[in-house]
């Protein structure tokens, strides 16, 4: 654990926590948030990844501190919470971020395997939430991020842990979402569907596939859903998508599940690996932290994209209403002239 002072600026919004800080999508987070005037309290398992985060946070003008937290320990989380805000101040938003996954046919799996993936990727979210909630509920004011996915409505071949993690979130969301609303609570709560990334994931998670793994689909730098969960996490909305295919992938699971059992039977095999073959003994994180900074990216820099059309139009929904509305004015006059 270490923090560092620096002057507040005008621009200061406060404390975000984020969880899974170190690497991929959560040290993409630590950058967004910092560079929009956030102090960053940093939760995660590795401390070289934290060491090189609070680093950058530093650099930007911002305070750090960081505490080598396991999300699936509630307590570990609880007592975490609390540090932060003695050392950083009340925490404003809540981001939880923080997955595992395991790489796997189901038949290859172990009882094991699913626990930890569910822990990490499900519980770390609850355990994240409960701790939040605790601070900002008495203040009544607060905004939690979820990190939800596409295969949290389609489960896709060889990530079933995975799946049914993001599955149990929406659940959790809905439920918390509900009782908030009830209590006409401020505290805010978002959920923010993502696409496939070009995170670190890739090569640090646990695999029995023959060939390296690999996004499927269209691929998006990390970047693009950092700005979606820093806009989630300013806006009231219920949920957000980023990237078409997370777009068709839930609205079309919703109109046809059928269809995407079958081009999934197709293709989801194959289209989840690279045609390099996998070390079966490299190392992976489901239990232990892989030693370095490994920072946000993945090895797919040259296939991923760094930006969102989607985005866009869901962030600037209100704009690209009146637009759509005067363009409809300007034909019925055009018609009425003619």
Not at 197 to 204: L, P
Request: aromatic content about 8%.
């Amino acid at each position: 654990m270490t923090t560092n002072s620096s002057t507040k600026t005008k621009d200061y919004k406060g404390v975000v926590v984020i969880t899974g800080a170190s690497a991929g999508l959560g040290r993409a987070c630590v950058r967004m948030f910092a560079s929009n005037g956030y102090d960053v309290g940093l939760i995660a398992r590795g401390k070289d990844g934290l060491l090189g985060a609070k680093k950058e946070v530093l650099e930007m003008g911002r305070r750090a501190y960081f505490c080598q937290v396991d999300v699936a320990d509630g307590d570990a989380v609880e007592e975490a919470a609390g540090i932060i805000e003695q050392q950083l101040g009340p925490i404003v938003v809540w981001v939880n971020n923080a997955m595992n996954s395991v790489f796997s046919p189901v038949k290859k799996m172990t009882p094991l395997d699913f626990k930890r993936v569910t822990e990490v990727t499900y519980l770390g979210q609850v355990n994240g939430a409960l701790a939040a909630l605790k601070r900002m509920l008495p203040r009544d004011r607060g905004s939690i991020v979820f990190v939800g996915s596409a295969l949290a409505y389609r489960g896709i071949p060889l990530q079933a842990a995975y799946s049914g993690a993001k599955h149990a979130i929406e659940g959790f969301y809905d439920s918390l979402r509900a009782e908030l609303l009830h209590d006409k609570s401020k505290v805010q709560v978002t959920i923010v569907e993502l696409p496939a990334m070009n995170t670190t994931q890739f090569g640090f998670v646990k695999t029995r596939l023959p060939n390296k793994p690999r996004p499927m689909g269209t691929i998006y730098q990390p970047e693009v859903a950092a700005d979606a969960i820093l806009f989630a996490a300013e806006h009231d909305r219920r949920e957000i998508m980023v990237g078409w295919p997370t777009v068709y992938t839930i609205v079309g699971n919703k109109i046809a599940p059928w269809y995407g059992d079958r081009v999934l039977a197709k293709g989801g095999i194959k289209g989840q690996q690279t045609d390099e073959p996998e070390d079966p003994d490299r190392s992976h994180n489901l239990w232990h932290p892989i030693p370095g900074d490994h920072g946000a990216h993945g090895s797919f820099d040259d296939k991923a994209k760094n930006y969102s059309i989607e985005l866009w139009f869901s962030k600037n929904k209100a704009m690209v209403y009146v637009l759509v509305a005067l363009f409809i004015l300007a034909v019925i006059l055009v018609i009425l002239l003619l």
